[in-house]
């Protein structure tokens, strides 16, 4: 299968701060790279998500870069506040499959 | 209400014994999927379907079957459960095509003793 590796597991920002998670893969025929967001008890919920067809993608405090040469992508939370707080989880689709990231924990200290 | 509704939410059972876990979806969506979720490991795909009756393997679906006779229905069958499948489970649903949003539920949390 694919291996999608993300970094850093855990992640701890003060309130205000920027976070910035990142993934690696290895399949370059991978062209859809979506973002989902868990909250505790919830199962995920996509935030952001992008096509290989651009190489960043914005909505408001949330952004996605894609390097497809490089075969990486990041989440950019800029401004973070207490209710970003939450698991993280990169994910790619290998034909009609999905492959996700191991998860960042993220923390917002107020 | 658009959702993903999985019964039952928690789960505790013993070795060999049958069980099946039910997911629906109100979206009309042709693509649903069912997901383990383990510390350290992320989501990793057991089954997936494309639409009514087409059903794929995923990366690990040792242990486990499907079935898709509705559109809207998609059952995980743990024939014969073993410890190693004690996690936390979580189908998803996402329209035309796999590119889109997938719509998870709440999970099930299963415990095999």
């Known amino acids: 299968g694919e291996n999608v590796e993300q970094h850093p597991s855990t992640l701890s920002v003060q309130e205000g701060d920027s976070a910035v998670i990142k993934c690696t893969y290895s399949?370059?025929?991978?062209?859809?790279f979506p973002w989902y967001k868990q909250e505790l008890g919830k199962g995920p919920q996509l935030i952001i998500d992008?096509?290989?067809?651009?190489g960043e993608k914005k909505d408001q405090r949330i952004a996605v870069t894609l390097n497809k040469t490089a075969k990486h992508f990041s989440l950019h939370i800029t401004e973070t506040q207490p209710e970003d707080s939450a698991v993280y989880f990169c994910a790619l689709i290998r034909g009609n499959q999905f492959y996700f990231g191991t998860g960042t924990s993220l923390t917002v200290i107020p | 209400e658009a959702q993903v509704t999985q019964n039952p939410r928690y789960l505790i059972t013993v070795t060999g014994k049958k069980l099946t876990v039910t997911c629906s979806q109100n979206?009309?969506?042709?693509?649903m999927s069912w997901y383990r979720q383990d510390p350290g490991l992320g989501l990793r795909q057991i089954y997936y379907s494309m639409n009514v009756e087409v059903t794929d393997k995923g990366d690990v679906p040792e242990g486990y079957k499907v079935s898709r006779k509705e559109k809207r229905n998609f059952p995980l069958i743990l024939e014969s459960p073993s410890p190693n499948q004690t996690s936390l489970y979580f189908c998803?649903?996402?329209?035309?095509?796999?590119?889109?949003?997938?719509?998870f539920g709440p999970g099930t949390r299963l415990t095999v003793l």
């Open positions: 998803a649903s996402s329209s035309s095509g796999v590119r889109n949003e997938q719509f």
């Open positions: 399949d370059s025929a991978s062209n859809y």
């Open positions: 979206m009309n969506h042709e693509y």
């Open positions: 992008i096509r290989s067809n651009v």
